[in-house]
Every structure is written in C-alpha cells, then in structure tokens.
C-alpha cells in the first residue's frame, strides 16, 4: 500500500498568509467604523446626562431658595413688640428677660448708661438677642421688680428666659455663679466656641465687686 503525500505549495502558504491579514485588518477597520458611527450617539447621551444633572441641581437650588424665601417670609409675617414694649422712658426694648426662681421678669433696655440702668437691665455687650455667642446683661442690685436685687438667691440649675421682639424664646440654664472684681473682664469673652451663653452682671452689696451670673442655652 502507498503513501501519498500531499506536497503544499509555498506560494499557497503565502496567499494563506497575506489572505489571514487581510481579514485582521479589515475586522480593525470594521470596528473603527462602527466606533465612529457610535461616538456622536455616546457624546449626545452623556450631553443629554450632564443637562439632566445641571437641570436637577437647578431645581435642588431653586427649592433651596424657596424654602429660605418661606422661612423669612413665616419671621416677617411675626409681629414684631406683639407682647412687650417698644421703649422704656426713651429707651429701645431689645428684650426680656425671665427668671423664674426668683419670680424676675424685666425688659432689656439696647443701650447702657448711667440714666438707662435706673429704668430697666440693660445690654452691656455681645451679639443680638439669643444669637450665638455670649449676651451679658447688667443691671442694678436694687431691690425691685425690673433690677437684680435678688439676683444673689440663684442656683446652678436654674432657668433663665431670653425674648426677643418677635416673643422667640430660649432657655439657658444657670452653670456658674462668681464674685469677682469690677476688673476681671474675662467674664465678657466672646470665645462661646459656636454656643449661645448669658452672662448676668450686678454689684455686690458693698459696690465693690461684682455678682457673675453664667447661663448656657438648654438643649432638649
């Protein structure tokens, strides 16, 4: 029995080559084209997407906007000296003040002077009423119904009422309470790390020193 072998021809060999080749790059080509054709559908949907993030961010700020614009709206709408007076003897009411323990409730009068602190407790320094940062309050020790006269009776603990003009309300409760030298101004630091503080100044009975009252606001 014969063998038969069956001789390839170099030449075909080579067509075979030249021919595998071809079809490589055609498929490349294929494949650049069919790129191509998809690369403005791709940029036109992540166009699409980014308008329809830029669109919902508009509508987040728009919402935003309009919430602050009701939230102003609601203080606006308060009626401002509703339920308290608006002066005392010529004097600005910024306030009132409530101290329950010892069945204290005054007004807070914006400026402080010789004539103001026979009228009323006044504002010695800090920011507005019940804002952040430490609001202090002087007042004489007199023994009446708008003074500090019994002041000296107040506790750790106990509560104190600042109102503002609009009747908002916040609550602090009393953490320290010092007698100190008319020049230890540290107790009129503005440094309440972000709190809200009250600070309650009167003289002792001597006049030489000073009753600090220190309040920090009640949180629930």
């Not at 009411?93 to 007004?107: C, D, M, S």
């Not at 504002?123 to 708008?146: A, D, M, Q, V």
């Not at 107040?154 to 009422?161: A, V």
């Amino acid at each position: 029995m014969k063998i038969k072998f069956i001789k390839i021809n170099k030449n075909n060999n080579k067509l075979l080559i030249i021919y595998m080749l071809l079809l490589f790059l055609a498929t490349i080509l294929i494949l650049q084209i069919s790129y191509k054709n998809a690369e403005p559908k791709i940029i036109k949907r992540e166009s699409l997407e980014l308008t329809n993030v830029s669109q919902l961010a508009q509508t987040e700020v728009q919402k935003l906007v309009k919430t602050e614009m009701l939230k102003s709206t609601k203080i606006n709408k308060l009626k401002e000296y509703q339920n308290m007076p608006k002066s005392i003897d010529g004097y600005k009411v910024i306030g009132k003040l409530e101290i329950p323990k010892i069945e204290l409730t005054t007004y807070i009068l914006e400026n402080t002077n010789k004539d103001s602190l026979n009228k009323s407790v006044t504002k010695l320094t800090g920011p507005e009423i019940n804002k952040e940062g430490n609001f202090c309050i002087t007042g004489h020790n007199y023994n009446n119904s708008r003074m500090f006269g019994k002041l000296k009776k107040i506790s750790k603990g106990d509560k104190i009422i600042l109102t503002d003009t609009y009747d908002r309300s916040v609550t602090y409760i009393v953490k320290t309470i010092d007698t100190i030298n008319p020049k230890e101004v540290e107790v009129l630091s503005q440094n309440t790390l972000g709190e809200r503080e009250v600070t309650l100044i009167t003289c002792t009975t001597s006049g030489l020193n000073r009753i600090v009252v220190k309040a920090v606001e009640e949180y629930d």
